[in-house]
């Protein structure tokens, strides 16, 4: 009900047809219909803070109050279940008709009056970030880094890594033995952040051995390129992922360690076998 126009008329109608139809009308709360202290809400067309004179309330037999957030989020769901693109008043129509249907058996005949297109919703609530930004839908969980490093195999130590002086062929020999494209460079053994000084990489290696076979007899140091970036342990996997645009691995840190590397393929992987929970 906005100006009440559409229940009254077509109310009286249908009782003249039959006196024992029920007329429900669903109304936002933050209305005056049903009786709520008239605030601001965000369902547009329907519900008012005065008594408009196309509406003749003696036609209405009950009114089901409904949310923003049911009125949303059940025109989302009727777009996608049932494949009709409708506004949030039918929303709020349709979750009052499924509120009042739980009272009622399947004999009972119960018709709907959707109002408006959803085509006028698109930049609200038919998008996931407004209906975020006013908290009508749950925030999606959040994966981290972490989650993606530990879903990775075990057939590989989380860190490989050279050391600034050993020999280039050291170097290629340990690429070869784990299969691997990439590694960090270490100036010592050890985890800590700060000794992460470079990197090596198959690509980089074989250009540079190709031109000039005494490389192989170099240190890692002289042929190594810059540290490959770092994302801390709990950042989003969005952090890694804005890495790969450019990089093709990460470090992942925590507390000033290096725990291991991330690399495009591991995300790929998680991606393509975690468990799908959206709905
Ligand atoms: C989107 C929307 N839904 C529902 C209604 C309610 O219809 P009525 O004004 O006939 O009560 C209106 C009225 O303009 C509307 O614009």
Known sequence: MGTGGTITGVGRYLKERNPDIVVVGADPEGSLYSGDQPRPYLTEGIGEDFWPETFDPSVVDRYVRVSDRDAFRTARAVTRLEGILVGGSCGSAVHAALEVAREFDESTTIVVLLPDTGRNYLSKLYSESWMLQYGLLDRPDVVRVEEVLASKGVDLPALVTVRAHDKVRQAVDLLQEHSISQAPVVREDGTEVSAFVGSIRERELLDRIFRD??????????????????????????????????????????????????????????LAHRRRTSS
Do not use: H, N, W, Y
């Open 213 to 270: 076979p005494d490389a192989l007899q170099a240190d890692v140091a002289e042929v190594m390129a810059p540290p490959i970036p770092m994302v801390e342990f709990d950042d989003p996997v969005e952090a890694a992922f804005a890495e790969f645009e450019q990089q093709s691995a990460v470090l992942v840190t925590k507390a000033g360690q290096v725990l291991g590397v991330l690399t495009r393929s591991d995300l790929l992987d998680f």
